[in-house]
């Protein structure tokens, strides 16, 4: 996934959550995300970020698109402690463990009869949207590009959005050596069905606790 939560650590006067509503958070908003994953992935479709690279390996190997996603993201840990610190990382590290695990766990007990590849783009997007944005305020994240994209922004000066789009778009390219092109443009109608969605609802001062 691609967007990156704005971590406003040493707030003043802003509540902090609680363990136990970080847990609820995480779990609900990586199963939300796994919900939208899964019907990506039965649709023959992607998303940008690493969940995207994930997607790719899944589609060129047959290797899970749950391990895949787990594996892809262990380098970016390390970014992820130098750019957002200690607690952000183990929150991201639990939330892609979660991710992991529940979009292995869901097309053991949900099967689609049908399911249109372009209501599969909107529902989906709109499902990861809103997990996105549950797991973004409770200060944790779902993927390791956005966190290299701030860190090269950091230290070369590079622009994070146009670099992001720059990565997503070699993502989707990237499809087509996989899957045909009508999968490939659904695929970013289910991309700006997401950030839409993060984008209208994910601004500074709209949600206080962290």
């Known amino acids: 996934m691609s967007t990156a939560p704005a971590v406003a650590a040493g707030a003043m006067g802003v509540p902090r959550h609680r363990l136990h509503e970080d847990v609820q958070a995480l779990t609900t908003g990586t199963l939300f995300v796994a919900l939208g994953v899964v019907m990506f992935g039965h649709a023959g479709l992607l998303t940008g970020g690493t969940a995207g690279i994930a997607f790719l390996i899944h589609y060129a190997t047959g290797l899970s698109f749950s391990l895949a996603f787990f594996v892809v993201n262990l380098p970016f840990y390390v970014f992820a402690w130098r750019r957002m610190g200690l607690a952000f990382t183990l929150k991201t590290f ?96 289910g991309a700006v069905v997401l950030n839409l969605a993060l984008a209208i609802n994910h601004r500074p001062g709209r949600y206080m606790a962290m």
Do not use: E
């Open 94 to 189: 639990a939330a892609v463990g979660l991710l992991s695990l529940f979009t292995w766990v869901l097309p053991q007990g949900l099967a689609f009869g049908y399911l249109s590849p372009a209501l599969a783009a909107v529902l989906g997007g709109l499902l990861c949207g809103a997990g996105m944005l549950i797991v973004f305020r409770h200060g944790a994240s779902l993927g390791g590009l956005n966190i290299v994209v701030l860190y090269l922004q950091d230290r070369l000066g590079w622009r994070a959005g146009k670099v992001q789009m720059a990565m997503d778009g070699l993502i989707v390219l990237g499809a087509l050596w996989v899957t045909d092109w009508q999968r490939v443009a659904l695929s970013v109608l």
